[in-house]
């Protein structure tokens, strides 16, 4: 039976535990990028440079709302809509349209401050990632890797991603297994995890940390996560962790 929720103040929600909590008690924080860290999804406003942000956004909806069962047949056929998109518009995408958003920067710090390690953990892509973890100053990414084929504007993408060591597609369980794998390399417990998301490929994840928090996320995940943050931004936490 999931726990009732409790408003801690306006915005902010609790479920299953009485804050504050110690941010020190806990060794590592997972986010995922698109919606969470960043303003921004990234496939769709990639798409939207070729005139297809409607039809993959559609799709983009219908996966964070849980109701494509199959993440990764729904990222092939957002990313096969990408086909001929070129590098220039992908750095386009990330210097006009991609934010860091509210509270990221004073959450991340705060988290290293306290000792904890951060990882980015996305079903969105390592282009992309990398800037944000250079940004954050985060420590350890895992994203997909766009196929890109020579050509006149520094390359396009053939509409496929690469496969990479620990697997294809980051997907609810490739996230599940990496905030595992990372624990385990800092020799911590998934209870001294924090992990947070906003889509229905984020619950994996969510459900073996020791503290799960939604932000600005689906209903669904509000409803299964310990902390939900529903207005201000990502350093609201920090009114639950001290």
């Known amino acids: 039976m999931t726990a009732p929720a409790t408003a801690i103040s306006p915005g902010?929600?609790?479920r299953g535990f009485t804050p504050p909590l110690k941010l020190r008690d806990?060794?590592?924080i997972a986010f995922d990028m698109d919606s969470t860290l960043i303003s921004i999804?990234?496939?769709?406003?990639?798409a939207d440079v070729v005139g297809k942000k409607a039809e993959v956004a559609a799709i983009t909806e219908a996966a964070m709302r849980g109701e494509i069962a199959d993440y990764k047949d729904s990222l092939r056929r957002r990313v096969a809509l990408l086909k001929g998109v070129t590098v220039a518009d992908m750095e386009q995408v990330l210097v006009e349209r991609l934010r860091i958003n509210p509270g990221a920067a004073e959450l991340v710090r705060a988290s290293q401050a306290a000792?904890?390690?951060?990882?980015?953990?996305s079903g969105g892509f390592t282009y992309f990632a990398?800037?944000?973890?250079d940004t954050l100053g985060i420590d350890f990414v895992r994203a997909n890797v766009l196929?890109?084929?020579s050509g006149a504007n520094c390359g396009e993408l053939t509409g496929r991603m690469v496969d990479q060591t620990w697997g294809d597609i980051c997907d609810g369980a490739e996230k599940r297994r990496t905030l595992l794998e990372v624990a385990s390399l800092l020799g911590i417990e998934p209870?001294?995890?924090?992990?947070m998301g906003d889509g229905a490929n984020d619950l994996p994840m969510m459900g073996v940390a020791g503290l799960s928090v939604a932000y600005h996320a689906k209903?669904?995940?509000?409803e299964q996560a310990m902390v939900s943050i529903d207005s201000g931004g990502l350093d609201r936490l920090l009114e639950v962790l001290r």
């Open 115 to 121: 000792g904890l390690k951060v990882l980015l953990v």
């Open 41 to 46: 999804e990234c496939v769709d406003e990639i």
């Open 147 to 149: 196929e890109i084929a």
């Open 191 to 195: 209870s001294e995890c924090i992990a």
């Open 12 to 14: 902010l929600t609790v």
């Open 26 to 28: 806990f060794k590592l």
């Open 130 to 133: 990398y800037r944000v973890r």
């Open 219 to 222: 209903p669904a995940v509000r």
